[in-house]
């Protein structure tokens, strides 16, 4: 394979971004919405292949571009459930436009806003210099904030709107803790664009000013701790999941959370590098927390199915940020075991959310019961679904969980109490209300569903696999990613 | 450097923070727009200034941008939304005027107070730049809160951008790449503005974002 890579004429970071850049335009002119379907298809496929290169590709630097195992793996996790949403995708819109829900112009728009957000994503994650990675975040939040007001329903402009307004405040703060990490790196490293390169700040991270990294990383953390819907400035993300198409919901919850995280993480090991600096690992411990808490009791109050997921999204990325916030080589492996077992977990979730939505029509929890009797495949995906994201075995939800309860018992016993209280509470509420959408007394219209189940299980395998073995090669890395993050 | 020319520059970024803190009582949505339109054109000057300062010619272009897209084709097309809209009327307020400026005033002490001790290290130019421009964030901020006019809100958000620009400039030597995103993002912001703005007023026949509060998800079977 590094022949291959090494035969190619474009390296695969350039193809990782190229790809989808160079769909967009191509997407947003096509008017047959089968063949922009089938291309939105292949452009995905390729640009998992790009990523799949990068496994092989050798591990580089510039001032702008960095490729280190900590977002290879990313990556790869990106691409993939990019290319499986949009399979998913392809048959998801046939029955919209069916429907009525939408119109073919609005689909031209729908794909080549879909590409922009993916490219934007990689370029995130590859970016070494830290405007760059906030260029990316940003024009990925824009390309979903059009995507989430694509019914333009009264509902969908106010979850557009509310987006918008919270997602910019939040990317405008993070602008500005960004520039306060340059000013503090141009000090010591000189001005220019070196002084933006993540790789160079991180080596001299000793010789910068504690103060001034402290207050850089307080607007970085509200800024692109908005992003990944941490408690306090979590608002956006429950309208945004439940108005936008369910495709968008899976993308947001399975990548963009986790893209932002990574953002929050690589100036955490900035932090990390300055004794004298601010204790991040607090602060991300007690976020991790009071969002696992809120979002758990939320739960309990959900009337609407993708609503309920979305704050069982919120949860999730409070359990990483918690282990996060712990540190140390076992809790960051059960932290990067959690970010990528949520990513394929949720989008499956969302994946059957999205079929059961079709099939009857309506997201009201209260309409929606007794699939196993209409819908039995789908029924079966759904209960695999939300048996897997509440932690229990043998999905790899649960491996991560337990790694992370068992590491957190020896360093924080008290936290970990309310830790485990919080996943409990989830559970419960999950557990309720799948009991009522499988096998309660079906009501309600039932269309048959056309659209394909191929994504929902192969996600479900490929997080039922990670349950009961991980590939040695896999733990090596995720151990080096996890030493790298200290 | 010259004492003088420090002298402009402190003088160029407190005008900044002067029209932000006039933003906040302004009453009527054309008089915001104006003075929006003024402060890009101060900021313009203040990024300006930063060049000859700095002796950075690419910061002139980041001058030119902040000039033409937010002190004139924005303003001119944001006036166009008012008249089409006909809601040049009242601006409602959240919060009343004089509690807004009481507001005001302790975020600018804030701001202060919180980067004056923290940034010892860097010259004095920025540092005094840096607290200006975090109060600027900071009442772009609170106008945001205060209306509830999407339009007004528009420039609540762009007035926040300008302090972003103003933080940029005067971080010295900031390479061309987050200036050019910065203005970028601002055209990008605002023809998204434009959308929302205009199907907010197709759905709901109104630009109160109180409207909007009445469709939150949870609340929409007790319609």
Same mark, same amino acid.
């Given at each position: 394979?590094?022949?291959?890579?090494?035969?190619?004429?474009?390296?695969?970071?350039?193809?990782?971004?190229?790809?989808?850049?160079?769909?967009?335009?191509?997407?947003?002119?096509?008017?047959?919405?089968?063949?922009?379907?089938?291309?939105?298809?292949?452009?995905?496929?390729?640009?998992?292949?790009?990523?799949?290169?990068?496994?092989?590709?050798?591990?580089?630097?510039?001032?702008?571009?960095?490729?280190?195992?900590?977002?290879?793996?990313?990556?790869?996790?990106?691409?993939?459930?990019?290319?499986?949403?949009?399979?998913?995708?392809?048959?998801?819109?046939?029955?919209?436009?069916?429907?009525?829900?939408?119109?073919?112009?609005?689909?031209?728009?729908?794909?080549?806003?879909?590409?922009?957000?993916?490219?934007?994503?990689?370029?995130?994650?590859?970016?070494?210099?830290?405007?760059?990675?906030?260029?990316?975040?940003?024009?990925?939040?824009?390309?979903?904030?059009?995507?989430?007001?694509?019914?333009?329903?009264?509902?969908?402009?106010?979850?557009?709107?509310?987006?918008?307004?919270?997602?910019?405040?939040?990317?405008?703060?993070?602008?500005?803790?960004?520039?306060?990490?340059?000013?503090?790196?141009?000090?010591?490293?000189?001005?220019?664009?070196?002084?933006?390169?993540?790789?160079?700040?991180?080596?001299?991270?000793?010789?910068?000013?504690?103060?001034?990294?402290?207050?850089?990383?307080?607007?970085?953390?509200?800024?692109?701790?908005?992003?990944?819907?941490?408690?306090?400035?979590?608002?956006?993300?429950?309208?945004?999941?439940?108005?936008?198409?369910?495709?968008?919901?899976?993308?947001?919850?399975?990548?963009?959370?986790?893209?932002?995280?990574?953002?929050?993480?690589?100036?955490?090991?900035?932090?990390?590098?300055?004794?004298?600096?601010?204790?991040?690992?607090?602060?991300?411990?007690?976020?991790?927390?009071?969002?696992?808490?809120?979002?758990?009791?939320?739960?309990?109050?959900?009337?609407?199915?993708?609503?309920?997921?979305?704050?069982?999204?919120?949860?999730?990325?409070?359990?990483?940020?918690?282990?996060?916030?712990?540190?140390?080589?076992?809790?960051?492996?059960?932290?990067?075991?959690?970010?990528?077992?949520?990513?394929?977990?949720?989008?499956?979730?969302?994946?059957?959310?999205?079929?059961?939505?079709?099939?009857?029509?309506?997201?009201?929890?209260?309409?929606?019961?007794?699939?196993?009797?209409?819908?039995?495949?789908?029924?079966?995906?759904?209960?695999?679904?939300?048996?897997?994201?509440?932690?229990?075995?043998?999905?790899?939800?649960?491996?991560?969980?337990?790694?992370?309860?068992?590491?957190?018992?020896?360093?924080?016993?008290?936290?970990?109490?309310?830790?485990?209280?919080?996943?409990?509470?989830?559970?419960?509420?999950?557990?309720?209300?799948?009991?009522?959408?499988?096998?309660?007394?079906?009501?309600?219209?039932?269309?048959?569903?056309?659209?394909?189940?191929?994504?929902?299980?192969?996600?479900?395998?490929?997080?039922?696999?990670?349950?009961?073995?991980?590939?040695?090669?896999?733990?090596?890395?995720?151990?080096?990613?996890?030493?790298?993050?200290? | 450097?010259?004492?003088?020319?420090?002298?402009?520059?402190?003088?160029?970024?407190?005008?900044?923070?002067?029209?932000?803190?006039?933003?906040?009582?302004?009453?009527? &949505?054309?008089?915001?727009?104006?003075?929006?339109?003024?402060?890009?054109?101060?900021?313009?000057?203040?990024?300006?200034?930063?060049?000859?300062?700095?002796?950075?010619?690419?910061?002139?272009?980041?001058?030119?941008?902040?000039?033409?897209?937010?002190?004139?084709?924005?303003?001119?097309?944001?006036?166009?939304?008012?008249?089409?809209?006909?809601?040049?009327?009242?601006?409602?307020?959240?919060?009343?005027?004089?509690?807004?400026?009481?507001?005001?005033?302790?975020? &600018?002490?804030?701001?202060?107070?919180?980067?004056?001790?923290?940034?010892?290290?860097?010259?004095?130019?920025?540092?005094?730049?840096?607290?200006?421009?975090?109060?600027?964030?900071?009442?772009?901020?609170?106008?945001?809160?205060?209306?509830?006019?999407?339009?007004?809100?528009?420039?609540?958000?762009?007035?926040?951008?300008?302090?972003?620009?103003?933080?940029?400039?005067?971080?010295?030597?900031?390479?061309?790449?987050?200036?050019?995103?910065?203005?970028?993002?601002?055209?990008?912001?605002?023809?998204?503005?434009?959308?929302?703005?205009?199907?907010?007023?197709?759905?709901?026949?109104?630009?109160?974002?109180?409207?909007?509060?009445?469709?939150?998800?949870?609340?929409?079977?007790?319609?």
């Amino acid at each position: 394979m590094t022949d291959l890579v090494a035969a190619l004429p474009l390296s695969p970071v350039a193809l990782v971004l190229l790809v989808p850049t160079l769909a967009i335009p191509v997407l947003a002119v096509i008017s047959d919405y089968r063949l922009s379907a089938g291309l939105n298809m292949l452009v995905s496929g390729l640009t998992f292949a790009a990523g799949l290169l990068l496994l092989a590709a050798p591990h580089e630097r510039g001032d702008f571009l960095i490729i280190d195992d900590f977002n290879i793996f990313l990556i790869v996790l990106t691409t993939f459930v990019g290319f499986t949403t949009s399979v998913y995708s392809a048959s998801y819109i046939g029955h919209e436009l069916e429907t009525g829900k939408l119109t073919p112009a609005f689909l031209r728009f729908y794909h080549a806003m879909y590409q922009a957000m993916m490219g934007a994503m990689n370029l995130a994650l590859v970016s070494n210099n830290i405007g760059l990675m906030w260029v990316g975040l940003e024009v990925a939040t824009l390309a979903t904030v059009m995507m989430v007001g694509i019914y333009r329903t009264p509902e969908a402009i106010e979850a557009a709107w509310k987006y918008f307004i919270l997602g910019s405040v939040g990317i405008g703060l993070a602008f500005f803790g960004t520039i306060l990490i340059y000013m503090v790196s141009s000090t010591v490293i000189g001005a220019g664009v070196p002084a933006m390169a993540w790789d160079e700040i991180v080596r001299n991270a000793a010789a910068l000013d504690p103060k001034l990294l402290s207050l850089a990383f307080v607007f970085l953390l509200v800024g692109y701790g908005t992003k990944v819907g941490l408690a306090p400035f979590h608002a956006w993300l429950p309208d945004a999941h439940a108005e936008g198409p369910t495709p968008i919901s899976a993308v947001l919850s399975g990548l963009l959370l986790n893209v932002a995280l990574y953002a929050l993480l690589r100036f955490k090991m900035v932090l990390a590098g300055n004794p004298l600096a601010i204790d991040v690992g607090a602060i991300l411990m007690t976020l991790g927390l009071v969002s696992l808490l809120f979002a758990a009791f939320m739960l309990y109050r959900r009337r609407d199915i993708k609503r309920l997921f979305a704050y069982s999204s919120i949860e999730h990325m409070g359990i990483a940020t918690f282990a996060f916030g712990i540190g140390g080589p076992l809790a960051n492996f059960a932290g990067l075991l959690h970010m990528t077992m949520h990513s394929l977990v949720k989008s499956a979730i969302f994946f059957a959310v999205g079929h059961v939505a079709q099939a009857k029509g309506t997201q009201r929890l209260a309409d929606i019961s007794g699939l196993s009797s209409t819908h039995p495949v789908l029924a079966v995906g759904f209960a695999l679904g939300v048996i897997a994201i509440v932690g229990l075995p043998p999905f790899g939800v649960f491996m991560s969980e337990f790694l992370l309860v068992s590491t957190a018992f020896g360093r924080q016993p008290l936290l970990t109490v309310v830790l485990v209280a919080g996943l409990i509470l989830a559970l419960g509420a999950l557990l309720m209300r799948m009991q009522q959408v499988v096998f309660g007394e079906p009501r309600g219209k039932s269309d048959p569903v056309k659209a394909s189940y191929v994504p929902l299980f192969v996600h479900l395998l490929l997080a039922l696999v990670a349950g009961l073995w991980l590939p040695e090669a896999l733990v090596r890395w995720f151990r080096g990613v996890a030493a790298l993050l200290g | 450097m010259n004492a003088l020319w420090f002298d402009i520059a402190h003088l160029l970024a407190a005008g900044v923070l002067v029209l932000s803190l006039m933003l906040l009582y302004q009453d009527r &949505i054309t008089a915001v727009i104006n003075v929006f339109a003024l402060q890009a054109v101060v900021l313009s000057l203040s990024v300006g200034w930063q060049s000859v300062v700095q002796g950075a010619p690419h910061l002139l272009a980041t001058a030119f941008i902040a000039l033409v897209a937010k002190g004139i084709v924005i303003p001119t097309a944001l006036h166009r939304i008012v008249r089409k809209l006909d809601v040049h009327r009242e601006v409602e307020r959240v919060v009343s005027g004089g509690p807004t400026m009481l507001a005001g005033l302790g975020l &600018i002490a804030l701001s202060i107070l919180l980067v004056q001790p923290v940034v010892e290290t860097a010259d004095p130019v920025a540092r005094e730049d840096f607290a200006f421009a975090l109060a600027v964030v900071l009442l772009g901020l609170l106008l945001m809160i205060t209306r509830r006019n999407a339009v007004t809100q528009v420039v609540g958000f762009m007035s926040l951008e300008n302090g972003l620009v103003l933080a940029a400039t005067g971080a010295k030597g900031m390479p061309l790449v987050v200036e050019v995103s910065v203005a970028f993002s601002v055209l990008i912001a605002f023809i998204v503005f434009g959308v929302f703005v205009f199907r907010i007023r197709e759905r709901f026949d109104t630009v109160d974002v109180n409207v909007l509060d009445r469709f939150r998800g949870e609340r929409r079977e007790h319609l």
